[in-house]
């Protein structure tokens, strides 16, 4: 089972610990206020402890044991360094090196964070959370006679500097991100699209906002035609769920869309065996914005938020649409259907075409792992975005660095890529004819293209195929921090 994770008080986070994780650079470590909480045995070593590690970029750690007390004593040893297109607390490197650092036989840990800014606290802090993931179907074998206790509980607290550090919000983006991971890692036995209701249904029902739901065939008969084509064919059916978050006096109303993709066979344009495994993260968008709007209703959000889920299995069967089909998407245009594995493209283009129409939103926001040539553009660690506002793509940017949730923008010029999509037969196909031709910003094109023409608000694309899962395969929460921090959420 996964330890809970609290953020607290240094005093509550020492009270029964038996490891005590300090996490920081080694010159911060290295500072009086940190010595503070050290066991004099401890203390006595600590320079040459701190000064064995070596950081490099991504980190490093040493252990001892306490003689008073047995209690494991960690360095956790930050990078001193970050490159300008890096988050400066170097959030990167948190969740491995705390997952790395605890050695067996711990059952509550104490981390003590210490921050070389103030302002580094939030990503540090969410780190954390991705060191700890929820979901495991591993069988548990643990025997009677194995007397080492597992780890239960995790206690974050921050001392000098950081004592002042959001603990609340820390809390609620914590949860949405353990969220958002767990439903990334979920197979698709586990997490189908009816599922995945169920998990918005209760997040509805436990911070009390409203939900609508479109579902199955209601969805072809109200015009949804990208969501009902490419989902039709699957045992669950597709569906488009809208959660609203909605606070008395709000003076701006936001539209988070998520693609919610719980599986990409490729339709009928199938998938090759080596490119299929994986593809149950497909949805990590969709739990994207059901973690940041969790956690946003839990910190009282006064912007009113409203969260589009657009599921649906990407299937092989008699109902699966096959390429050279024309449908019609929400916003009315008709589309050729040239590669039904360019598949997130056309629920996502029926959830940005229903938010421009009927919410009343400033700005949306749509998020999905929408192509392997993200990682080609702006690498694993990076989200890749597309935005047709100045200040919201510089704020965006901001907020990534701050949140730990990194993103890199690629252009926006309508003009250079509508062409990609060029049909004799409908308004559009849904996969480009150039594939040399900035594919993520002709993806996000396409998306774009099913706004509504008279919506004249900001909107931004985040493309987070890479990042949204870590280099051993398990999700990592992402977006749901950046979404907390672009809108000033709980700060």
């Not at 075409?353 to 929408?370: G, M, P, Q, R, W």
Request: glycine fraction near 12%.
């Amino acid at each position: 089972m996964a330890p809970t994770i609290s953020y607290v008080s240094t005093e509550e986070a020492l009270a029964g610990a038996d490891a005590l994780v300090f996490l920081g650079s080694s010159s911060r470590l290295g500072l009086d206020d940190v010595r503070a909480f050290l066991p004099s045995d401890v203390a006595a070593h600590w320079d040459g402890m701190l000064g064995s590690v070596a950081a490099g970029d991504k980190g490093g750690s040493t252990r001892t044991w306490s003689g008073s007390d047995l209690r494991q004593v960690v360095a956790a040893v930050l990078p001193d360094k970050a490159s300008r297109h890096n988050s400066p607390g170097r959030p990167d490197a948190v969740p491995g090196l705390v997952a790395d650092s605890l050695g067996g036989g711990v059952s509550v840990a104490a981390i003590l964070i210490a921050v070389a800014d103030p302002a580094h606290c939030f990503a540090a802090g969410l780190g954390v959370a991705r060191a700890f993931p929820l979901f495991d179907g591993k069988s548990k074998k643990k025997t009677e006679d194995d007397p080492k206790p597992e780890l239960a509980e995790v206690r974050v607290a921050f001392v000098g500097d950081g004592g002042d550090a959001p603990l609340e919000r820390l809390r609620a983006g914590a949860d949405g991100i353990r969220l958002a991971a767990r439903l990334v890692d979920e197979p698709t036995s586990v997490l189908h699209t009816a599922a995945f209701l169920a998990e918005a249904e209760a997040v509805a029902s436990e911070v009390g906002a409203d939900i609508e739901v479109i579902a199955a065939s209601e969805l072809e008969a109200r015009g949804f035609g990208g969501l009902w084509g490419v989902g039709k064919a699957a045992v669950h059916g597709p569906a488009l769920v809208v959660l609203k978050h909605e606070p008395a006096g709000a003076s701006e109303t936001v539209a988070w869309v998520g693609k919610g993709i719980v599986y990409d066979t490729g339709g009928l344009s199938i998938k090759s065996s080596g490119g299929m495994p994986g593809m149950k993260a497909d949805m990590g968008g969709a739990a994207a914005v059901l973690g940041a709007f969790a956690a946003a209703a839990r910190l009282g959000a006064t912007v009113r938020i409203h969260a589009l889920l657009c599921l649906a299995e990407n299937s092989v069967g008699p109902e699966s649409v096959r390429p050279d089909d024309i449908i019609t998407l929400y916003s009315g245009k008709t589309v050729e259907v040239n590669n039904t594995d360019a598949e997130g493209r056309l629920v996502l283009g029926d959830g940005v075409a229903y938010a421009s129409k009927h919410l009343d939103a400033s700005v949306i926001v749509d998020l999905a792992t929408l192509t392997g040539a993200q990682l080609v553009s702006t690498g694993r660690r990076h989200a890749a975005i597309v935005c047709n506002d100045d200040d919201l793509e510089a704020r965006a940017i901001a907020a990534g660095k701050r949140c730990g949730d990194l993103v890199h923008p690629l252009p926006f010029v309508p003009e250079f890529y509508r062409r990609e999509f060029a049909s004799k037969v409908a308004d559009l196909k849904n996969s480009v004819k150039d594939r040399m031709n900035a594919q993520s910003s002709c993806a996000a094109q396409f998306v774009y293209e099913h706004i509504e023409t008279d919506w004249d608000g900001a909107w931004l694309h985040v493309d987070l195929a890479g990042p949204a899962t870590n280099g051993d395969d398990r999700g990592t929460g992402y977006g749901v921090g950046l979404l907390l921090e672009l809108f000033d959420i709980g700060a």
